[in-house]
């Protein structure tokens, strides 16, 4: 939408609740409303005319989203946590991490957009997906009917069947959990992206951005066949090519198919090769 | 609605619409030119403003989501009288051409300047990431930030 050479977005209805039921309470009594967060997604969405919904709960005043912290092992992150302050805060403990913000579109998008907001979103332009897909996250959703826990890899597959607010993730802390893209143009949109992490003895977790089409998952495949297999560099390389064949990215305007999954295969041999070091 | 804030140390309380964003309010309603609008989608950076001493894009935000909050834009970098160090060193090394990314560009290098004011050229061109300049001033916007430091 442009006026006079601005752009500018159509009008919209906003709710500021200040506690979590009162949220609650604009979810079921505005089936029609979304949830607002930092807004980099819905604003550009809005601007560029794409987004239809005109009413939304903008839930920046619950401050208590916007916490982190960790206990043995497990972090708890809020869903108002920025891309930032999750990243610099737990670089110590999630190498991905580093590579995550080091390969981020833009350090200003990424003192706004929320943890919240990319999971919501579900997408495989969210690079922070397969990460905390190795680490096992879980989500916790305010409902109507109480608090429901919902694993990460359960949420991306269909949701979480109803209406509510997502409050937190948890995930584990794996000083062996790696991260890599291959992007094309300025917005840094990966073509593909993969983590892994080892967890010792239970195997290797492996992720990916595009495991069916456009939605990031787990590559259940290539975990089963590191599973069983000591990590040698016959092994990194038979697991490279399993990558290619299990996968099943979409074609768009950016990458073929056929070219992700190429991609996803030589990600994943270099990320191996970081876990045997 | 109504959003209440602080631009460059002066407080602003100000009537908006919810569908205005910062960028939209700080232009067009207070007259901070410095604030420029390029793509409109988080892209180009050049929205840039200091939220809290952090940058963000000002066309991501909507401005009542503003309220509470400093901002810090271009015209705020200076004491009023003398340059800040930064824009000096832009002027000196020779960083603008077409001018139009400046504000932005300034405002990302000063935010490293004051949390990083050592940062290697790899930190500095990670910040300088938020911006897209399409005469190619990198490098310059590097070597004034190098001037800087080593003052």
Redesign the interface.
Known sequence: MSVQG?????????MIPSSVEEALNLLQTHPDAEILA???HI??Q???GAKRTRKYI?I?NLHHLRKISHHKGVATVGSLVTH?ELASTLINHVPAFTTFL?KY?????A??ATVGGSIMLRSAGEDLIPILLTLDAELSFATPEGVKNVPLTAFLAGGFGGRGLLQTVSFKLNGSCFFDKLWMG??RIPLISVAVSSEGDDGVRVAVSHKDGSTPGRVATVEKFLSTHVLSEEVVEKASRLMMDSINPESDVLASSWYRRRVAGVLLKRLLQNLRR | MKAEFMVNDVKYVVEVEPNERLSDVLRRKLGFVSVKEGCGVGDCGLCIVLLDGKPVNSCLMLAYQASGHRITTVEGMGDGTRLHPLQQAFIDVGAVQCGFCIPAALLVLKHLHDTKPDADREEVRHALRSVLCRCGSYIRFEEAFKQVSRR
């Open positions: 601005y752009l500018g977005i159509p009008r919209i209805e906003v930092a807004g980099t604003i550009t809005l601007t560029l903008d920046n930032q080091q579109s833009s350090p200003a998008v003192n706004r300025v917005s």
